[in-house]
């Protein structure tokens, strides 16, 4: 492919001089002129695109963004700066991040660094000054791409300016986000343990015990959970069903996570051994794509994805319409009326019916399995910075738990009489 400017999306920022001139290219050849953001250098990924007008510091923080460059779709990106009580993870996990007018400086009281300092402190290469709306265009249009930022040093090779030829190749050089596999790159070293808060339970003990099984787990994700009495055993992607057995948990839970649910063998034959066990099943996210595999149906990849936290979701239950944070490029395939029976091994896992539908796109937003303990949704239902609509999803797992247990119990008091 011979690479070419893009006129229609090119714009050249007057006022960056040249040691702060930045270029955001494009696998197609467009490209855009721009102003250096956070750190100099060259990032590669997968372009997306956001479109939440708040809660900038937990997207750069989701473990789910993995390799992939986000483009904020609000044009005023910065103001609140950056503090340490925000993250949902440990650290930066985009690959690059592009704004319109990044905000000369931070202006709230939790505020302890400006965002252009983290971005560069954390060695993220970003891009401000260019045109973003014009960018969210094009993609949706065209579809997520590879895309390229490159300033400073980068734009430099042999003491010559790089030719845009040249970028786009560096750019078409990089791993595609189909076929990755990428949760286990992303996921804790070693199991931790969030306890349930304080006051949460009348006698202090756990209302129950979940073993989360990290693919890109935000954090907020086992606070939810602890907030309402359980105890989280968070466990690493390469976890066995022993490791999990190991908790005696009352329910699994499965992460979000970044990558091609497609490629992610371990972690379906992971989830048929819960099922297979009748344990208690919540996943969201890449946790309900994983669900979707485990019982037979098939994902695919959608033309630009769902990112922002305005997304409206029908709970197909109640009828309720649901304002949603999301964060997914790929979806789960399977019918959107009636019951199906999972396809998987001739339908051992029984009649499942799509629990929650995209109202824009009518994208599958949630599974719910009729003949075993367990369900998912797509979207985030801990939504750290807004909105909560969905948080009684993990009432609605304590409530499956303890429905399970009963029935446990039951049956073992049951078994007692005849045996006597």
């Known amino acids: 492919m011979t690479a070419s400017v893009n006129t229609a999306t090119t714009q050249v920022s007057a006022t960056a001089p040249p040691a ?47 390799r992939q460059i986000v483009v904020m779709t609000a044009p005023h990106i910065g103001n609140t700066g950056v503090n340490d009580e925000d993250p949902e993870s440990g650290k930066i996990w985009v690959a690059g991040y592009v704004v319109r007018d990044a905000a000369r400086r931070a202006s709230s009281w ?40 490159f300033s400073g040093d980068a734009l430099v090779r042999d003491g010559y300016p790089r030719t845009v030829e040249d970028l786009v190749a560096e750019v078409q050089a990089a791993p595609a986000m189909a076929g990755a596999d990428l949760a286990r790159e992303v996921s804790t070293d070693e199991a931790y343990v969030v306890e349930p808060f304080e006051g949460t339970t009348p006698d202090g003990a756990p209302v129950a015990t979940v073993v989360a099984v990290d693919l890109g787990i935000k954090s907020m994700t086992p606070q939810r959970l602890a907030q309402r009495g359980v ?47 009748g344990t208690p099943f919540f996943g969201i996210c890449f946790g309900n794509q994983i669900l979707g595999r485990a019982l037979g149906y098939g994902t695919y990849k959608l033309a630009y994805g769902h990112r922002g936290i305005n997304q409206p979701v029908m709970d197909r239950r109640t009828g309720k319409v649901e304002v949603t ?3 997914h490029g790929f979806a789960v395939d399977a019918p959107l009326d009636g019951e199906s029976v999972a396809p998987h091994d001739g339908g ?29 949704v797509q979207y985030h239902p801990e939504a750290a910075a807004g909105p ?17 247990r009963a029935a446990q119990g039951s049956e073992a008091a049951d078994q007692n009489t005849k045996e006597s």
């Open 20 to 66: 702060d001139r930045a270029l955001i290219v494009l696998e197609d050849g467009t490209v855009q002129t721009g102003r250096a953001y956070g750190a100099r250098g060259t990032t590669v990924g997968e372009i997306v695109f956001n479109t939440g007008m708040t809660g900038y510091q937990e997207t750069l923080t989701d473990p789910s963004y993995h």
């Open 110 to 149: 939790r505020a302890q660094r400006t965002l252009d300092e983290e971005l560069a402190a954390q060695g993220i290469v970003g891009i401000s000054d260019v045109d973003t709306r014009a960018l969210t265009r094009h993609l949706r249009e065209l579809g997520v791409m590879r895309a390229g930022i």
């Open 231 to 277: 105890r989280v055993h968070v466990v690493p992607a390469a976890s066995t069903i022993e490791d999990l057995e190991a908790y005696a948990p009352d329910g699994v839970f499965f992460s979000n996570g970044p990558g091609d649910p497609g490629a992610a063998t371990h972690e379906v034959e992971l989830l048929r051994a819960v099922l297979d066990r």
């Open 325 to 327: 944070a999301h964060n």
């Open 348 to 376: 051992r896992y029984g009649r499942v019916v799509v629990s929650h539908v995209g109202l824009n796109d009518q994208v599958v937003e949630g599974l719910e399995c009729l003949d075993l303990p367990a369900f998912s």
């Open 388 to 404: 909560h609509d969905a948080a009684y999803l993990f009432d609605r797992f304590v409530e499956l738990m303890a429905s399970r």
